[in-house]
C-alpha cells in the first residue's frame, strides 16, 4: 500500500544553517506530496504541496520538488531561523486517504 | 473567520467509559477526518467522511466510531476505552478530496487511566 518514509529526528542545528529532511514514498498511481509543520502545542499547519512530477513547493523559505524517478520529496531551506523549530511531517495523498511519516523534530539553536 | 474547533482539549477517562471528542468547522468543507498521533507513529487515519451520512474506516478504526449528521461536526467515539487509546486526537477538514490541504483543529489529548 501507499506509504511515507521520513528521517528520523530530532534535528538540532544553529542558526542559518542549512537544512535537509529526507522523505522518500511508496505510492501507485500519482499522488499529491505535502509538507505539514506542527509547533508545539498546535495542530498541523500545510507549509508546502505538490501535485505532479518535477513540481516545486515553495513556502516561507523551504522548498522540497516532487522526484518521480527517486520517489523522493525532499524538504530544504538554505538558513534557517530559531522561529523554524517544529515538527515536519511528510505527507502523500493517493486515493481516498492520506499517509503521514512519523514527523522529523528540528530545534534550531542560537 | 472560518475555523475548525475540537472539544475538550484535554481529558482524562477512565477504561470502559464511553467517551466522546467533538470536532466542528466553519469552513462548509465536506470533507473531515480523525487522525491519532503517537510517538513513533506520526499521524495515523482513525476515520473519515465525505459528507452527511458518509464514513469510511481508517487505518486504525477499531474500537473507534464516527457518526456525520450534518456538515458542520464529526464526532469520535471510543465505545469502551482502552489504556492503548491514550493518544493525541487530531480532527481536519479539506475542501477537496485527499490532493487537497487539510484544516488541522489544535487537538484533543486523552488519557485513559
Known amino acids: 500500500g501507499d506509504s511515507v518514509t521520513q528521517m528520523e529526528g530530532p534535528v538540532t542545528l544553529s542558526e542559518e544553517a542549512f537544512l535537509t529532511i529526507n522523505c522518500t514514498y511508496t505510492?501507485?498511481?500519482?499522488?499529491?506530496l505535502f509538507w505539514y509543520v506542527q509547533y508545539p502545542g498546535e495542530g498541523l499547519q500545510l507549509l508546502l504541496k505538490?501535485?505532479?512530477?518535477?513540481d516545486k513547493g515553495s513556502n516561507k523559505g523551504f522548498e522540497a520538488t516532487y522526484r518521480k524517478e527517486t520517489t523522493s520529496f525532499h524538504l530544504e531551506k538554505g538558513s534557517v531561523q530559531v522561529s523554524d523549530s517544529a515538527v515536519y511531517f511528510c505527507?502523500?495523498?493517493?486515493?481516498?486517504?492520506?499517509?503521514f511519516g512519523t514527523g522529523t523534530s528540528l530545534t534550531v539553536i542560537p | 473567520d472560518a475555523e475548525i474547533t475540537q472539544s475538550p482539549r484535554h481529558k482524562i477517562t477512565e477504561t470502559g467509559r464511553q467517551v466522546t471528542l467533538a470536532c466542528h468547522q466553519t469552513w462548509n468543507h465536506n470533507n473531515m477526518f480523525w487522525y491519532r498521533q503517537d510517538l513513533g507513529h506520526g499521524l495515523r487515519l482513525i476515520h473519515y467522511?465525505?459528507?452527511?451520512?458518509?464514513?469510511n474506516k481508517g487505518e486504525v478504526s477499531d474500537g473507534y466510531s464516527v457518526s456525520r449528521s450534518n456538515t458542520e461536526d464529526l464526532p469520535l467515539t471510543l465505545e469502551s476505552a482502552a489504556s492503548s487509546q491514550t493518544s493525541v486526537y487530531f480532527c481536519a477538514s479539506s475542501e477537496e478530496r485527499s490532493s487537497a490541504k487539510q484544516y488541522f483543529g489544535p487537538g484533543t489529548r486523552l488519557t485513559v487511566t
Open positions: 505510492a501507485t498511481g500519482y499522488p499529491s
Open positions: 467522511s465525505y459528507g452527511v451520512q458518509d464514513t
Open positions: 505538490a501535485t505532479k512530477a518535477d
Open positions: 505527507a502523500l495523498g493517493g486515493g481516498n486517504q492520506f499517509y
